[in-house]
């Protein structure tokens, strides 16, 4: 699957309007071009006109360049890596939830706080960390005070670490012995 293609019809600071292709009648597509944008720390709103094909984003004015910049990248069009396993789940997981969401203002409500949530995070990290990531650390996390102490170590981990630690103490105190090639006179290479 390909990015969609995309380029800014008009721009002043504070407010850009995209012109997206394929984009006319197409509300899906808008939607899923305006949440690519709605994670960027900085965006006020992002709304989207299937009429017109256009995604309309309202940003924080002192950041223009900024924005003309992420603007003239999500323009390159490429292809993306294949879906993983994780990424086919995850997608399907959430069309069931949207799908369970238009038929249930409880399974809405629920959806709506998830979407929510990994959007502050990623605000708050800049792009960098979403919900997924911030659920499988907590999934680890809750492993490892689970297990605690109290699991055993495998002994091939541990002779592992034993003679890792020793292989780099050696070649410390080797690299340490070793005249240097300017103290024996030599010439460097």
Known sequence: MSKPKIRVAHSTPGRIRLKVRHGKRNPELLSAVAESFRGIPGIERAET?????????IYDPDRHLEFLNHVERAQLVGAQPPPTDIDKLADAIEKEAEFLAR???????FVDFFKDADHKIKVASNNNVDLKMVMAGGVVAAVILEIG???????????????????????????????????????RA
């Open 49 to 57: 006109n299937p009429v017109t094909g256009a995604v309309i984003l």
């Open 103 to 109: 038929h249930s203002a409880s399974a809405r409500v």
């Open 149 to 187: 102490a109290a699991a055993a170590t495998p002994v091939w981990v541990t002779l592992l670490l034993f003679g890792t630690n020793h292989f780099m103490e050696l070649q410390e105190q080797s690299r340490k012995k070793a005249p240097s090639p300017a103290a024996a006179g030599q010439p």
